[in-house]
Structure formats: C-alpha cells, structure tokens
C-alpha cells in the first residue's frame, strides 16, 4: 500500500499533514504560473495594437518586478524538500524554520504586487483587464500565504513531539530505535509508549 506521507516517524500524527497543505500549496502555484503566463501572453498581444511604443520588459507589469524571485525561491525550496522526503530525512526544525521564511516571502509579494498594481501610472486600450489579471494574482498569492501559515503550525507541532521524544526515554533518540527495529522486522508501524524498548535493551533481553 502507497503511503502518501513520508515513514519518517516524526511526521506521524497530526503534524503529517503538513505534506497535505504543501501538495495544495502546489497546486495553487501551478494556478499562478497558468495566471501569469497568460498575462504574458496577453500583455504582448495587447502592446502591438498600441499606436505608441510600449515595452514589456518595463512598467509594472514586467516580469521580474512583480513574480519572478519569488518564483524562483519556492521552485529551489520545494525541490529541497520533495528530494530530503523522498530520502525520509525532511526534519521538522527545517520545515518550521522554511514556513515561516516562505510565508513572510509570499505576503510580502502579496503586497507588493498589489500595491504596484494599484499605483500603476501607465494607461493603455486594455489596462482594466490587465489589473483584473494582476489582481487574481494577488489572491494566489494570498492563498499561497495561507498554506505555508498552515504548514507551519503542523512544524511546530512535528518540532513539539520530536524535542518531547528526543528529550525521553533516557535522553536517547527515539526515533533511530524505532527505524533500527523497523528494519530487522521487529517494529510494524509507530510504536506505542506502553510497547517501546530501546534497541540497546531489546538486544540484552536476547542475549539473556
């Protein structure tokens, strides 16, 4: 059976959804790259049946003024994370810690691009349809806050139980235990409370 979250046993409990909130986040951000390159297209279509000269690659609407670092930052970072869950290895410091830099990244583009909108000086045939568009973006944008807000509260709670269980059990760490059993067969699933014994103590409990 296909486990849609990683067998990282931190990520088990609530806090796996986190991984639901970060599929959503991108799905919406395929939405607005859909958004923006029909504006692109658009826009270009729109600059020819001008009857004065008005570049694309300059004004509000210009790509890299409004979207594109932004753009490029969340691409680099859900690569980060979509190779080091594949490897079973995401840790939750470094998806509460990302979150929350993603999030302030995003509203502050949210605001940004709306304010930059709404102060455009330049007017062209088409300028309504084009802050309508622009508009649209900043809801997506706004919608992508939201998930990574989201995302970060299932980190803290996944940072939350994994200091709580780093902390236990005799200071040891209790996931490799659980991994290390995992591995000869001996642990199905997240081990409970009452049923966990250090690998150290199942070995001597062998050896007896």
Known sequence: MVQWYPRDTRWHGVQKHYFNASTFKSLVLIAYVILIVVESVLMRRWFREETYDLST????????????????????????????????????????????????????????????????????????????????????????????????GFAAKAVHDWRKNKTGMGGRNRRVDELVLEERGEAKGRVSDAEFVPYGHAEQGRTV
């Open 57 to 152: 690659t300059e004004g509000p609407w210009f790509f890299w003024s409004r979207t594109g670092i932004y753009l490029i930052i969340d691409a680099v970072f859900s690569l980060a994370m979509a190779y080091f869950t594949w490897k079973n290895n995401w840790h939750p410091v470094a998806a509460l810690v990302t979150s929350i830099l993603l999030f302030c990244l995003w509203v502050a583009a949210c605001l940004l691009n709306t304010f930059v909108v709404y102060s455009n000086e330049y007017s062209f045939k088409h300028l309504d349809e084009w802050r309508r568009i622009a508009y649209g973006e900043s809801g997506l944008q706004a919608t992508i806050s939201v998930c990574y807000f989201v995302m970060m």
